[in-house]
C-alpha cells in the first residue's frame, strides 16, 4: 500500500528520536513552568480581584484561587517578572517548534487509541499543541502590539494559559519519567569516542560498550554481529549474542590493541567516525540485514521491498515484518538472549536510544518517532539542537533589550520597544500610547480648561495644576513596565504623594483607602483602573506631575499621571482627571 502520514514510514528524516524529543522536552519543562508562574504573577500584578475596572476575565472562579495583594516592594519586581515571562516565550519559540516537528508523527498514529492511558496521552497531546500555538501566538500579537484578537488579550491568553497548562502537566505526567529514562540510556558508554574522535578517558585498548570489549571470533564487530567471511570488522547476517562465541586470540585482526588510536569496532563513517544511531546522539547502526560488505547505514542500505515499505504496526502496537524482521528500530527480529537483553538487545550499539523488543513484545512508545526508513542524513542530532538552541539564542539577543535603556535597547531589533529612545530631552523615554492614539485634545490639558477632581468621605475638592503645584512634593525614582516585557530605568518623578491626597478629603495619611482613577482617554483597556490601599500609601506613590527635572509632555500624562512603584504601566493612569477615595 502507498505511503500515509499514518504509516511511519511516511517520515523518514533521520532527526527524529527519542534522544531529539527528550532533550527539546526538559528544556521546555523548565522554561514553560517558568513562563506560567511569570504569567500568574501578572495577572496577579493587576489587582483583578480588587476591582470590576481591574478585573478583565470576571467568570475566573477558583482559577484566580491563588491571588493575593500585590506588594509595591521592590520597586522593579513587575518590571523583572514581565520581563522574563516575555523574553523567555520569545527565546522558546525555536525550541517549541522543533518539539511539535520532532513528534509531528504521533498525531497521524492509528490507532487512535491502544488503551485508556494512551488515549488521554493523545488527547492532552492534541491540547497540549493547540493551546501552545494559540499562547505563543497571541502572546507574538500582544507584544508586536497587534491587537488582531476576537475579544480581549488578557481575558484569551488568561484562559488559553489555564487550557494548556492542564494539558502540560497531563503530558508531563505521562512522558517525562520516560524522557528522563531516555536520556540517562543514551549517554555514551565507557569507551566510545567523543566527537573528536579521541577514546574517553580511562579506557584501555580493546574497550567496547563498558570495561572490557565482548569476547568473540576475528572480525567481530562491537555489538556482537559476526563478520562476513573473508571480511575481517564487517556485519554479517546473522547476528547472534556475543557471550556465546570463544574470545579472540591476541593479535587477531579485531583486536584494539593493534589500532590504539581508533574508535571502539562498530560501523563507521568514511572518516572513520562513529555513524549516528536512528535514535540517539551517538553512533548509527548497520543494517542487520546488510549483504557481506556492505557496512552502510540503514538510510544507505537498499531500497526495502513493499513488504518492508508498507509495514505498519497491527491494532496491538506491534510491529512485524520488515528488514527481514531483523531488528529497526520498534521491530521485533526474535528472542534476544539474555546477554543481549543486558546490553540492549540485538540493534542496540553505543549511544542507540532503545533495545530492539522481544518477539511479541509490544513496540514502546519511544519507538514510534524513530523512522522505520530513515533518508540519509544531512545534520547530526546534536547539530540540529545546536541549531536550534542558536535560534533561540538570536531571538533572546534581539528581544531582551527592550527592557534596559539605551544602548542595549537598540539591540532589540525585533520589539517594537527596541531602537533608540524616542525624542530627545527629560521625557526621552519609551512610551506605548500617545496623546493623540488616545483622543485627548490639546485644549482639555490647558491649563483654563484642566483641573483634578478629588473626592471621599462625601466631600469633593477640584484641584488646578497650580494649586496642585502649591501643595508638598516629593520625588520618587522608578520605572515604567508594561505587558508587552519592555520597560525603562528609574526616571526621576516628583509630584503629590497618593496619600498626601486622601487627606484632602478627610482621611488619615497612614489609613488612607483604595481609591478609583479615571482617565480623560474615551475608551480603551484601563481606562479606569482601582489601586489597592498599601499602593495609595506608600510613600513613593505620586500624582506626577514633573519628570527629570521637566514638566510631563502630553505622551508622558500632561498635567498629572500617576507613578507606582512596582505596578504594571496601564495602572500608571496618564491624563488623569478624577480620583475617588473609598469607593471599593
Known sequence: MSRSPSSPAFWRSPLRGPWFTSVLGVVLLVGITVMFVTGLLSYAAYNPNLAAVNDKTPDKGILGFYLFSWPTHPVWLYRLTQGVHVTLGITLIPVLLA???????????????????????RLSLLLLVGGALFEFTTGVLNIQLD?????????????????????????????VPMALRNLREMRRPVGWPDLSGEPSEGTGAGASEGA?????????????????????????????????????????????SDAPDSAPDGPRSASGRPRTSPGGPGPEPVAPDAAPGHSGPLSDRPDPSSDETDREPDGAGRVSGGAGAAGGPGVSPGPASASERERGGRDRVPGQSVP???????????????????????????????????GSLLLAATTVGHSFDAPVRETALLAPHGGPEPGSGPGAFQINKTAASR???????GAEAWSLVVAGRGRTVRLSRAQLLELPLHESELPIACVEGWSTSDQAWRGVRLRDLAVLVGYEADAAPDVVVESLQRAGAFRVAALRYNQVRDPLSLLALSVNGADLTPDHGYPARIIVPAAPGVLNTKWVSRMTFGAL
Do not use: C, M, N
Not at 490507532?111 to 496521552?121: F, V
Not at 556482537?224 to 547476528?239: E, F, Y
Open 99 to 121: 518539539k511539535l516537528w520532532s513528534v509531528v508523527p504521533k498525531l497521524f498514529a492509528l490507532p487512535p487509541a491502544r488503551s485508556l492511558a494512551h488515549a488521554l496521552e
Open 147 to 175: 491587537y488582531i484578537f476576537p475579544g480581549s488579550f488578557y481575558t484569551l491568553h488568561f484562559y488559553g494559559a489555564w487550557v494548556f497548562i492542564a494539558a502540560f502537566v497531563t503530558h508531563a505526567v505521562l512522558r
Open 212 to 256: 572490557g570489549a565482548a569476547p568473540g571470533p576475528p572480525g567481530t564487530t562491537a555489538d556482537g554481529q559476526g563478520a562476513a567471511p573473508g571480511r575481517p570488522g564487517s556485519p554479517s547476517d546473522g547476528p547472534g549474542p556475543a557471550s556465546d562465541r570463544p574470545g579472540p586470540a591476541s593479535g587477531s585482526p579485531s583486536s584494539a
Open 356 to 390: 530492539a523488543p522481544e518477539t511479541g513484545e509490544p513496540a514502546r512508545p519511544e519507538d514510534e518517532l524513530i523512522s522505520p526508513d530513515p533518508l540519509p542524513p544531512t545534520v547530526s542530532r546534536r547539530g540540529a539542537i545546536a541549531f536550534v538552541g542558536g
Open 439 to 445: 483622543g485627548i485634545d490639546p485644549k482639555e490639558t
